[in-house]
């Protein structure tokens, strides 16, 4: 009989497969492995080693194992892990194992990858598309697909001009020389306080052993650099370090900084890079070259070759939950991670989720406060503007006593900070003369006008369509009017309040790249920008010196959606903001606009005492069973035909599965009820923890077969209910 094992696919419709081994191969489990599939080669893990006796496929029909690759294999804690993130967010196996595995390695004889170089000078009369091509590509190098993405052409085009040697091919060698980070190498003095959180943390890490923390520091305290030891710390034991970033924006100024305290640049994992740094970078990272990675959260998946520590910075930021393809909690799973690799994990933040305070609470995490800012700086004064007294006139957002402090920062040659978290002009738009609103056709949601590209945008697809110049409903001219401010409209107003002022509008629009991200900073340092009018994506890690002046132009928008979370985020991003004030030796001063200040959101942050506010939140989480004492998951049923969701939804509502402890909800039409052209039904799922839900869903969603047009979504610990 031949010697079988099975192989895990990174492909998540096959799942476990089972090959031969040619004779006298010796292989462990985690290798990696292509393997024939019909005519095509497939990447995998060797899953489990022999399995002999019990695979019941004859001889004959088992096909060898094409390729196994010279890499070290994922550890056994590695597999364990991929099998546990995959049961507990019900995902195929071969979808989480891709997360960390999303490309055929390089083999040993082919460590290079084809890059194309197109040089800078003049071309000669070509087709127009070519000459397109090589004009926009002069000075270029990438993939053949990264060129024809650069210049919008089609790959055949590409091709076409390497045929001609106009465009020459590169080999780069996957070899890297990489720089080591340097563990002395500019250490700071760090104050007490610090000294003393940072020696927790080293001991944790000498032990060897799993265990969490809740760096749990005001803004500005110094967590980074307390973190930092706890790296240099694992770089002394030669382990690998990963430092989970919630945004991508975020890792250029990241990187500066960490350089400056170990000397060279860290590894980068995330979606940005092209594909040659990509492939270069998980080599390095799974040979265990790489010894301090910063990433977006799909880097907790990659197979290190020897992980001894896991930090998660701005852990309360939502970004880490992963809405599509695998719905996870990166937090969570960075936890899950560490327990199986044995290691510490150390989740930083200034305002925690309410879920990593019940766990400090429950004593599974250790807390470690920082109460202070680092040196001088003090915390900024909040003051909140109570907009029922304010009276403004129409189309004016901000109060005079906002106004006024920013006229005294820019005065000063400080610098001020709006923050305002709706992208666009104005979120919807209206007819006068008939009432019709200019809707998404392929959603349930408003289209949001951009003015500045001239578009009407749907945040929810991406659908655009110029600004109408008149009502698409009653055909009259002239009668679209803006409802409500979005950071442009405010940038408007600020242009028309300080004329002199360089003003620069930041969300995910202007600044979507770690590149865009560099250039902003840099001018924020020089002093070229005065105000900055901004979405969420500017309330979080920036350290601007001279920024003492933050205004909340909508304290209440996030208080709309009324879901589970809704109070706990709303306080964390003004919170947040709000720490970007007077980070250094001038004052900062905060000024939050509401129509309700007496909220306990508001009014925790107007006195400070955030553990009040932390404690009626868990009492009411608890009232309700709500995460995290009872635990939730969302079941989405979609079809491009509403018809068939809400049939499967029916069904599936006839066979709801019941008994103590378990509640289901629904079905019932999602408040968006069109996504992307796709009808969508919801249940929630209400399960106390002990419950084993997971087993049930799979049970109850395998009682009615379900069309092929019709998807389902299963979200475990869902965080939007939309
Ligand atoms: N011991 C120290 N010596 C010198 N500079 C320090 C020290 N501690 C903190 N700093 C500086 O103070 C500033 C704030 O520190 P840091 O960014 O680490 O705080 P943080 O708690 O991570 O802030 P946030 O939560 O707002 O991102 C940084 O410029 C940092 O370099
Ligand atoms: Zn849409």
Redesign the pocket.
């Known amino acids: 009989m031949k010697r079988r094992i099975s192989v895990l696919t990174t492909n998540p419709s096959l799942g476990i497969l089972t090959y031969s081994l040619p004779e006298g191969k010796a292989v462990a489990a985690g290798q990696l492995v292509s393997i024939p599939l019909g005519p095509r080669q497939i990447l995998g893990m060797l899953w489990e080693e022999d399995v002999s006796n019990q695979i019941k496929i004859a001889d004959n029909r088992l096909r060898p194992v094409s390729k196994i690759y010279d890499l070290p294999e994922a550890s056994h804690c590695y597999r364990k892990f991929i099998q546990w993130v995959s049961s507990y967010y019900m995902a195929p196996l071969g979808a989480v194992l891709r997360m960390g595995i999303p490309f055929l390695p390089a083999t040993i004889e082919s460590r290079e990858i084809k890059n194309y170089y197109v040089p800078k000078r003049e071309w000669p009369k070509l087709t127009s598309l070519r000459q397109q091509a090589l004009e926009k590509l002069s000075g270029e190098k990438g993939s053949v697909r990264e060129l024809a993405e650069k210049a919008e052409v089609s790959p055949a085009v590409i091709r076409a001009l390497i045929k001609t040697g106009l465009i020459t091919e590169q080999k780069t060698s996957l070899e890297i020389a990489l720089s080591l980070p340097n563990p002395d190498f500019n250490a700071?003095?760090?104050?007490e306080t610090?000294s003393k959180a940072a020696e927790i943390l080293k001991e944790s890490i000498a032990k060897k052993s799993f265990e969490t923390f809740l760096l749990d520091?005001?803004?500005?305290?110094?967590?980074?650099?307390v973190y930092f030891e706890a790296i240099a710390q694992t770089l002394r034991d030669g382990k690998q370090s990963l430092i989970l970033l919630p945004e991508i924006a975020l890792t250029e100024p990241f990187l500066k900084r960490f350089q400056a305290r170990f000397g060279c640049e860290p590894v980068v994992w995330h979606s940005d890079l092209s594909q040659a740094r990509r492939r270069k970078n998980w080599q390095a990272i799974v040979t265990g070259q790489a010894k301090v990675v910063i990433g977006a959260r799909s880097a907790l998946f990659l197979p290190f070759k020897a992980i001894g520590l896991i930090i998660v910075d701005?852990a309360h930021e939502t970004s880490f939950k992963q809405e599509d393809g695998v719905c996870y909690q990166a937090r969570d799973v960075a936890v899950m991670r560490a327990k199986f690799e044995n290691i510490s994990v150390i989740l930083?933040?200034?305002t925690p989720a309410i879920e990593s305070v019940m766990q400090v609470r429950l004593g599974n995490y250790k807390e470690i406060r920082?109460a202070e800012r680092?040196?001088s700086a003090g915390l900024p004064t909040i003051h909140v503007i109570n907009m029922t007294e304010q009276a403004l006139a129409k189309g004016r957002w901000l109060a005079p006593p906002l106004v006024k402090a920013l006229t005294n920062a820019v005065e000063r040659h400080e610098q001020g900070l709006l923050f305002l978290n709706r992208r666009g002009y104005a979120p919807l738009t209206l007819c006068r003369h008939c009432g019709h609103r200019i809707k998404c056709p392929h959603c349930t949601a408003w289209m949001v006008e951009h003015r500045q590209l001239g578009q009407m945008i749907c945040h929810h697809c991406g659908f655009t369509m110029p600004v109408p110049d008149k009502c698409p409903e009653c055909q009259t001219a002239d009668s679209l009017v803006a409802c409500g401010p979005g950071v442009e409209r405010i940038a408007e107003e600020t242009a028309l309040l300080f004329p002199e002022a360089r003003i620069e509008t930041i969300t995910s629009d202007t600044l979507a790249t770690p590149k865009q991200a560099a250039e902003f900073v840099e001018k924020m340092d020089q002093g070229a920008i005065d105000i900055i009018i901004g979405t969420q994506l500017i309330t979080?890690?920036y350290?601007f010196p001279r920024l003492t002046v933050v205004g909340v132009v909508d304290a209440d928008i996030g208080l709309q959606g009324g879901d589970l979370r809704a109070s706990e985020h709303s306080f964390q991003q003004i919170a947040q903001v709000a720490?970007r004030a007077g980070?250094s030796a001038l004052d900062g001063h905060v000024f939050i606009q509401t129509y309700e200040p007496e909220t306990p959101v508001i009014s925790a942050l107007a006195s400070g005492d955030r553990e009040a506010f932390y404690q009626t939140e868990l009492e009411i989480r608890e009232i309700t069973e709500a995460p995290p004492f009872g635990r939730y998951v969302a079941l989405i049923i979609s079809s491009e035909k509403q018809e068939i969701a809400e049939a499967v939804g029916h069904q599936l509502g006839q066979r709801k599965p019941e008994g103590d402890g378990i509640e289901v909800f629904g079905p019932a039409p999602a408040p968006l009820l069109q996504l992307r052209g796709r009808y969508r039904y919801r249940f929630l799922i209400q399960a106390k923890r002990n419950i084993p839900i997971q087993r049930i869903i799979h049970q109850w969603l395998s009682k009615i077969s379900i069309p092929s047009s019709v998807r389902i979504t299963i979200d475990v610990d869902p965080y939007s209910f939309f």
């Open positions: 700071p003095i760090l104050s610090q520091g005001v803004t500005g305290s110094g967590k980074t650099e701005e930083a933040t200034a920082l680092h040196g979080k890690g350290h720490g980070r």
